[in-house]
């Protein structure tokens, strides 16, 4: 069969003839569209009855899959492929069209041209409403960091408790074990969140200048990695290693969580800890440093 | 009907006429061009089964006890957004394969994009007059990398809220306002409560929209500038040789539409992607190990994990270490990505119009310098999995890491040198043809042997092919440049200006023998199906 | 110009029509009937039928017993002492000495309780193949009564350690011990259990295969590298409650399908390149070609 097509200039084309003798091909695409319309069929009885992930993904794949298989086909074998040739327009405009252009523009630019001062006005009035208009939007998204990141909320006598707001007591922790606590005013907080690790039975000193800091074996540390954030959580008991599980920094627990191995830079600051005459765990102070990754104004 | 109603927009549009302009629109056949369409397909997709998702999903913070079907949860102090999704997962019906077709459709969407950037750089495609649609394309990369973090952090759960908190801590670091910018996108201090509404927005309006825009200017751009074409017969840098749009290519790339969608609703249905129900709801004091980033996000990660502790510390200010391997390295990654195009052609000088494409081994150099830079990547993405790497090797993972800090550095150079001396090795050497001429021993009928060349390719044959379109068009440009000239005859003014808009289309119309340089000019075709068999301006090959 | 394009299209529209009438009735009529099409938002009761869901994911049972009967300890029979000595000394002592007082070779075991000895010896840990390399999990040597002979004798020698917990799981909640569980455990097992590389060589290995006595002994001794969790840090009830989510965690919902190892975005991403992109990029070479 050939087709001669007549378009509106009434000029002829050469004709494009349909491809013939794919009856074969032609029973393909039928038998897709079929298996296609038999899936949907199917994925409508599983709606029907309630769904289930995987018969729903399956059936969708065979319908899908059905009608795509049918189209390609069909535009792939039962149409011809050519190759037919286009040419490329010039994408760059003719020389006349880009003078008249230039000419235009320049035109305009002249008329704006000769009220200089209106220009400038038009300019201050649109930039300025633009830039005070961001400031409520900016100013409103959030506070000022301030001294946020500088300070917890940890201070000086604060009751240490744990995730379930029970007091800390020298039994609390075996040795070798560990636990999240917090101030019992801000349990569950992100920033004063802090590893408690019983070491031993005897009072520990980490580092010179922190001999009081833990007693009875019991160190406490900031759960902030000073890399990029994530719970320290990680304790390696015989190693006495805290591990990141985010990027790998390994910090040595017994002097003062110094980083070891991977990317983190700074220790993880180390909170002073003493039992009181209840023998309930407190600090003795807040940290001496800000706890977390680090930021700009930290000096 | 369907009659009246295209009459209808015909009377008032006009659509027979531009139309008929892209239904003869010629397409090259190659299956490289098609990784473009699957990122497109899958991004069609993620908009199908993101409007779904949005109907369930409840972007809020605010705590809610769980009490739905998924018992080991029950009872639990959950954000909204982290009930919802549960209840999409279990409840909504059909849900969970919505939601799992939409985050393996993004996985694949970044994926195809990516191959997609690759193909376009080793063959060359971005040169001139391809620039702008390079940028483009840079510009939604980004895009699609930023708004997959973004949807992956919005059901609150434990692994994606630790990468929240990753993403605070880079903020953080950049130098001078990080802690501003951190505090006004959380609402404060980590971890707020604004940043899952806030993300939403984010990650169904205003990224999505710009994706949308983007992506209608770099089909509208390619559409305009004509699709690159690999060299072959017949084609040459002033044509395109393929399929036509209507009704081949349309059939094709429709159906391929539907065969992503397919093999993402396999995947979406057969194989579980993210289960946020064994990950339970984020809690800035819980952490699981291997927490990995979706796999678009892990070069960066991996480099975080190499990069050395080192942190500056001066005059009373800090760099800390994450804005390195997270700030900088992205942030020269996308402006080297980017602007790669003006890099090359200042040192290529090379200021030509290019359709025809490259074959990446016959520039050795950018391919070998395009294998080295991927494979930096591709080692820092690997080095994302370290500690699965080393649990499923059973290495120590100390080991592995320095492994990784010393192949980063080791394989990329390895790896462009091997592809320089691979594709200088296979490169065709200019003006000589094939390096290997099929030729056939023939006997004369005195009983003389001889040799004759099997089908010649003399470049004088090639070339009176390709240049004959080119004289063609100008001959058209040429009656355009003199109906103008005549037309218009005085100075240019406005209602010039308005003429020669109106007149690009008629005016071609009017002058005789200028249908043959219609856009829509095809040639003809043997009905045998023989592929040389084709006429060129009525000129038979072969 | 309509006239050509109303005979182009008259001959498509004729045998259009009536599959698109008889599509348009079915789908109506499908979704008519559609049952309980009109419940759509979700809620927090957990009320089944809004969804109109048949499935069967509803798991477990909310009941929760009363606190501390989760946990029983078991009392070991001395009279298997004596046949735990001649297994000890025949199995153990090369390295641990004949009264278990630890040599340059091995740890002292005295006053470490039942609950230690029988988790390195009901897991196969010990006796160790390699001593250079941490303890792996494998089949163990002894029978169950072989092993509680062993437990018996080591505890005999002195006293002091946890005994042998005996979980049950009836009398315990698992919500109770996901939260548990994401608190302590998830951090080195992983939230879901799969185990992971630590620092060092060290590894947290997989929960898949430890039974829930040996969950509930990790859990009170420390094994290793692993933190020790005493009573006034969880609870026995708490334990209890533990071990039925890592029994969970065994063969949890894996409602999405093929659960790629439980390991997260890495497998996810492999599949999603390899399979996703790999087999459309298969389906781009059927459909666009090569260059011609």
Request: aromatic share 12%; charged share 10%; with cysteine.
């Given at each position: 069969m050939s087709i001669t097509e007549r378009d509106d200039s009434g000029a002829s084309h050469p004709a494009i003839e349909t491809v013939e003798g794919k009856r074969g091909y032609e029973l393909v695409v039928a038998a897709s569209f079929m298996v296609s319309v038999l899936a949907t069929v199917g994925l409508g009885v599983s709606y029907w009855l309630g769904g289930q992930p995987q018969i729903e993904g399956a059936l969708l794949f065979v319908t899908l899959g059905g009608i795509g298989i049918g189209m390609v086909a069909w535009g792939k074998y039962l149409v011809p492929q050519g190759p037919y040739v286009q040419e490329r327009e010039t994408l760059k405009s003719e020389i006349l069209e880009r003078e008249a252009f230039l000419e235009s523009l320049e035109r305009g630019q002249r008329q704006l041209g000769r009220r200089p001062f209106l220009g400038k006005l038009l300019g201050l009035s649109v930039g300025l409403f633009g830039i005070i208009n961001i400031f409520p939007f900016l100013r409103s998204l959030g506070p000022q960091p301030k001294k946020a990141l500088f300070t917890t909320p940890w201070k000086a006598g604060a009751l240490i408790v744990s995730v379930g707001g029970a007091p800390i007591t020298v039994d609390t922790l075996e040795v070798g074990g560990i636990q999240t606590v917090f101030p019992s005013y801000d349990v569950g907080g992100a920033i004063s969140q802090t590893v408690l690790i019983r070491i031993g039975d005897t009072n520990w000193t980490t580092l010179p200048g922190r001999e009081t800091w833990g007693p009875n074996g019991y160190l406490a540390y900031s759960k902030i990695c000073t890399h990029a954030g994530c719970p320290v959580g990680l304790y390696q008991e015989l190693t006495q290693q805290l591990l990141c599980p985010c990027h790998q920094s390994l910090f040595d627990v017994l002097t003062g969580a110094t980083p070891v191995f991977g990317p983190a830079p700074r220790p993880l600051p180390q909170l002073p800890i003493y039992f009181d005459s209840k023998g309930n765990l407190r600090a003795q102070a807040g940290y001496d440093q800000p706890v977390g990754p680090g930021f700009w104004e930290r000096g | 009907?369907?009659?009246?109603?295209?009459?209808?927009?015909?009377?008032?549009?006009?659509?027979?006429?531009?139309?008929?302009?892209?239904?003869?629109?010629?397409?090259?056949?190659?299956?490289?061009?098609?990784?473009?369409?699957?990122?497109?397909?899958?991004?069609?997709?993620?908009?199908?089964?993101?409007?779904?998702?949005?109907?369930?999903?409840?972007?809020?913070?605010?705590?809610?006890?769980?009490?739905?079907?998924?018992?080991?949860?029950?009872?639990?102090?959950?954000?909204?957004?982290?009930?919802?999704?549960?209840?999409?997962?279990?409840?909504?019906?059909?849900?969970?394969?919505?939601?799992?077709?939409?985050?393996?459709?993004?996985?694949?969407?970044?994926?195809?994009?990516?191959?997609?950037?690759?193909?376009?750089?080793?063959?060359?495609?971005?040169?001139?007059?391809?620039?702008?649609?390079?940028?483009?394309?840079?510009?939604?990369?980004?895009?699609?990398?930023?708004?997959?973090?973004?949807?992956?952090?919005?059901?609150?759960?434990?692994?994606?809220?630790?990468?929240?908190?990753?993403?605070?801590?880079?903020?953080?670091?950049?130098?001078?306002?990080?802690?501003?910018?951190?505090?006004?996108?959380?609402?404060?201090?980590?971890?707020?409560?604004?940043?899952?509404?806030?993300?939403?927005?984010?990650?169904?309006?205003?990224?999505?929209?710009?994706?949308?825009?983007?992506?209608?200017?770099?089909?509208?751009?390619?559409?305009?500038?004509?699709?690159?074409?690999?060299?072959?017969?017949?084609?040459?840098?002033?044509?395109?040789?393929?399929?036509?749009?209507?009704?081949?290519?349309?059939?094709?790339?429709?159906?391929?539409?539907?065969?992503?969608?397919?093999?993402?609703?396999?995947?979406?249905?057969?194989?579980?992607?993210?289960?946020?129900?064994?990950?339970?709801?984020?809690?800035?004091?819980k952490v699981s190990y291997a927490v990995q980033p979706d796999w678009y996000m892990g070069w960066l990660d991996g480099a975080m994990r190499l990069m050395p502790s080192w942190e500056i510390q001066a005059f009373g200010h800090m760099i800390p270490t994450v804005f390195f391997p997270a700030v900088l390295l992205p942030g020269i990654t996308f402006t080297v990505l980017g602007l790669w195009p003006f890099i090359e052609k200042k040192i290529t000088k090379d200021d030509l119009e290019h359709n025809i494409l490259d074959n990446p081994r016959d520039v050795p150099w950018r391919t070998a310098l395009g294998v080295g830079v991927l494979t930096f990547y591709v080692v820092l993405f690997f080095a994302s999995s370290t500690d699965v790497l080393a649990n499923s090797y059973s290495l120590s993972l100390n080991f592995v890491l320095w492994g990784f800090r010393i192949l980063v550095f080791v394989v990329p150079p390895i790896a462009a040198i091997v592809a320089f001396k691979v594709s200088a090795e296979a490169s065709e050497v200019p003006s000589t043809g094939k390096r290997k001429r099929a030729v056939a021993i023939m006997r004369s009928d005195v009983g003389e042997f001889y040799t004759e060349d099997i089908e010649p390719r003399s470049p004088a044959h090639e070339e009176s092919i390709e240049e004959l379109p080119e004289e063609i068009h100008y001959h058209l440009l040429k009656a355009n440049g003199r109906e103008l000239v005549t037309s218009s005859g005085g100075s240019i003014g406005q209602s010039d200006s308005l003429r020669l808009d109106s007149d690009t289309d008629a005016g071609s119309r009017q002058i005789p023998g200028v249908q043959i340089v219609d856009h829509g000019f095809f040639g003809r075709k043997g009905s045998t199906g023989g592929r040389s068999k084709r006429n060129i301006i009525g000129r038979k090959r072969r | 110009?309509?006239?050509?394009?109303?005979?182009?299209?008259?001959?498509?529209?004729?045998?259009?029509?009536?599959?698109?009438?008889?599509?348009?009735?079915?789908?109506?009529?499908?979704?008519?009937?559609?049952?309980?099409?009109?419940?759509?938002?979700?809620?927090?009761?957990?009320?089944?039928?809004?969804?109109?869901?048949?499935?069967?994911?509803?798991?477990?049972?909310?009941?929760?017993?009363?606190?501390?009967?989760?946990?029983?300890?078991?009392?070991?029979?001395?009279?298997?002492?004596?046949?735990?000595?001649?297994?000890?000394?025949?199995?153990?002592?090369?390295?641990?000495?004949?009264?278990?007082?630890?040599?340059?070779?091995?740890?002292?075991?005295?006053?470490?309780?039942?609950?230690?000895?029988?988790?390195?010896?009901?897991?196969?840990?010990?006796?160790?193949?390699?001593?250079?390399?941490?303890?792996?999990?494998?089949?163990?040597?002894?029978?169950?009564?072989?092993?509680?002979?062993?437990?018996?004798?080591?505890?005999?020698?002195?006293?002091?350690?946890?005994?042998?917990?005996?979980?049950?799981?009836?009398?315990?909640?698992?919500?109770?011990?996901?939260?548990?569980?994401?608190?302590?455990?998830?951090?080195?097992?992983?939230?879901?259990?799969?185990?992971?590389?630590?620092?060092?060589?060290?590894?947290?290995?997989?929960?898949?295969?430890?039974?829930?006595?040996?969950?509930?002994?990790?859990?009170?001794?420390?094994?290793?590298?692993?933190?020790?969790?005493?009573?006034?840090?969880?609870?026995?009830q708490q334990v209890a409650d533990l071990v039925k989510y890592v029994n969970y965690l065994k063969n949890p919902i894996d409602r999405g399908g093929i659960a790629l190892g439980h390991v997260g975005p890495v497998t996810e991403g492999f599949v999603g390149i390899l399979v996703g992109l790999g087999s459309l990029m298969l389906a781009g070479l059927w459909i666009g070609g090569r260059a011609k």
């Open positions: - | 009907m369907i009659t009246q109603t295209a009459d209808w927009f015909d009377e008032r549009l006009g659509i027979a006429k531009w139309t008929r302009k892209s239904l003869n629109k010629i397409f090259p056949d190659h299956w490289s061009f098609m990784l473009g369409e699957i990122a497109m397909y899958s991004f069609v997709i993620l908009l199908f089964t993101g409007v779904f998702l949005t109907f369930f999903f409840v972007p809020s913070s605010k705590d809610v006890i769980y009490n739905g079907s998924y018992a080991p949860l029950r009872g639990h102090s959950v954000s909204e957004a982290f009930a919802s999704t549960l209840d999409l997962s279990f409840s909504v019906r059909a849900g969970l394969v919505m939601r799992q077709m939409h985050h393996w459709a993004a996985n694949v969407f970044v994926a195809a994009i990516v191959v997609h950037v690759c193909r376009i750089f080793f063959t060359g495609a971005f040169r001139k007059p391809r620039e702008i649609n390079w940028l483009i394309g840079t510009g939604l990369l980004v895009l699609a990398i930023v708004n997959g973090f973004l949807g992956y952090s919005l059901p609150d759960d434990l692994i994606s809220g630790t990468g929240i908190r990753i993403a605070f801590s880079i903020v953080l670091s950049v130098p001078v306002v990080g802690s501003y910018i951190a505090f006004f996108l959380f609402g404060g201090n980590f971890p707020g409560n604004a940043i899952i509404p806030r993300f939403y927005t984010l990650h169904i309006l205003v990224i999505p929209g710009l994706i949308i825009g983007l992506l209608t200017a770099h089909l509208a751009i390619m559409w305009h500038q004509k699709h690159t074409q690999f060299k072959g017969k017949g084609k040459s840098n002033r044509n395109v040789v393929g399929v036509a749009m209507w009704p081949a290519y349309a059939f094709q790339a429709g159906g391929f539409f539907f065969l992503t969608a397919a093999v993402i609703a396999a995947l979406g249905g057969l194989v579980q992607i993210n289960p946020i129900w064994l990950y339970g709801q984020y809690v800035p004091y | 110009m309509s006239s050509w394009i109303s005979r182009k299209l008259a001959k498509i529209n004729g045998p259009l029509a009536p599959v698109a009438v008889g599509t348009l009735v079915a789908g109506f009529g499908f979704i008519a009937l559609y049952p309980s099409a009109s419940s759509a938002q979700s809620n927090k009761t957990g009320n089944l039928g809004n969804y109109g869901y048949t499935g069967s994911y509803l798991y477990g049972s909310n009941a929760q017993g009363k606190s501390g009967e989760g946990l029983t300890y078991l009392k070991l029979n001395p009279a298997t002492i004596p046949y735990g000595q001649s297994l000890f000394v025949e199995n153990c002592a090369s390295c641990h000495g004949v009264s278990a007082q630890g040599t340059s070779r091995a740890p002292n075991l005295q006053g470490l309780g039942a609950a230690t000895v029988d988790f390195w010896v009901s897991t196969g840990r010990m006796p160790l193949a390699d001593p250079s390399v941490q303890a792996v999990q494998k089949p163990s040597r002894f029978t169950r009564t072989q092993t509680l002979a062993i437990d018996a004798y080591v505890s005999s020698i002195a006293p002091g350690g946890p005994a042998i917990p005996n979980v049950n799981l009836g009398l315990s909640n698992e919500s109770a011990g996901e939260s548990l569980f994401s608190t302590n455990c998830a951090a080195c097992h992983t939230i879901t259990g799969a185990g992971d590389a630590l620092a060092s060589g060290v590894f947290a290995p997989s929960l898949y295969s430890a039974t829930s006595t040996q969950i509930a002994e990790a859990v009170r001794t420390g094994p290793g590298n692993m933190p020790r969790f005493g009573p006034s840090t969880l609870s026995d």
